[in-house]
T-cell receptor
Framework: DTGVSQNPRHKITKRGQNVTFRCDPI?????LYWYRQTLGQGPEFLTY????????KSRLLSDRFSAERPKGSFSTLEIQRTEQGDSAMYLC?????????????FGPGTRLTVL | DAKTTQPTSMDCAEGRAANLPCNHS???????VYWYRQIHSQGPQYIIH???NNETNEMASLIITEDRKSSTLILPHATLRDTAVYYC???????????????FGKGITLSVRP
């Protein structure tokens, strides 16, 4: 257990439905990342927050995806009008603010299955 | 960020050293080498990182060649619990904006056999 939690751990939904995932980072970590991982591939970067500011979004993040971190603590990732291609593991990671802190701590992920 | 090349898979016997190679021939002077691993159905786990010098921690050792174009992660006494996908990542050591994300490849699958 890294201290980063994600909920739910598994989500099955029908195509066209909206889903929302939550990530609770380690409390003193001001940097938060979302990644997506499909079967047989390494994780791919989606978006990055420093405190409540969303500083970078990948081109993978279509208009149907939105992420928030309203008070600089937990974060949510919402997918609207889900498609079968959205089926993947969604991973959250957090990191300390200091320049000497290189390590990203990953949560266990939320596995999304779109039927 | 520079691209890395890793073999697809390797195996080793339990108790023996596992040496995992990584090529990063286009690495820049300000880019670090990071290793993460991912055990089945878990999130990735940080192992070690280095810039120029060899590094060692409680999990592993990282050997970086003098020209920095390749590196080797060494697990000195592999156990069955070390069976995982190991990712070698090269990234600048900056901490804001575009430079803070990790770019994963497919990694190398290490299988430790009894």
């Amino acid at each position: 257990d890294t201290g980063v939690s994600q909920n739910p751990r598994h989500k099955i939904t029908k195509r066209g439905q909206n889903v929302t995932f939550r990530c609770d980072p380690i409390s003193e970590h001001n940097r938060l990342y979302w990644y997506r991982q499909t079967l047989g591939q390494g994780p791919e970067f989606l978006t990055y927050f420093q405190n409540e500011a969303q500083l970078e979004k990948s081109r993978l993040l279509s208009d149907r995806f939105s992420a928030e971190r309203p008070k600089g603590s937990f974060s949510t990732l919402e997918i609207q009008r889900t498609e079968q291609g959205d089926s993947a593991m969604y991973l959250c990671a957090s990191r300390k603010p200091g320049p000497g802190d290189h390590e990203q701590f990953f949560g266990p992920g939320t596995r999304l299955t779109v039927l | 960020d520079a691209k890395t090349t890793q073999p697809t898979s390797m195996d080793c016997a339990e108790g023996r050293a596992a040496n995992l190679p990584c090529n990063h021939s286009t690495i820049s002077g300000n880019e670090y080498v990071y290793w993460y691993r991912q055990i089945h159905s878990q999130g990735p786990q940080y192992i070690i990182h280095g810039l120029k010098n060899n590094e060692t921690n409680e999990m592993a050792s990282l050997i970086i060649t003098e020209d920095r174009k390749s590196s080797t992660l060494i697990l000195p006494h592999a156990t069955l619990r070390d069976t995982a996908v190991y990712y070698c990542i090269v990234r600048v050591g900056s901490y804001t904006g575009a430079n803070s994300k990790l770019t994963f490849g497919k990694g190398i699958t290490l299988s430790v056999r009894p």
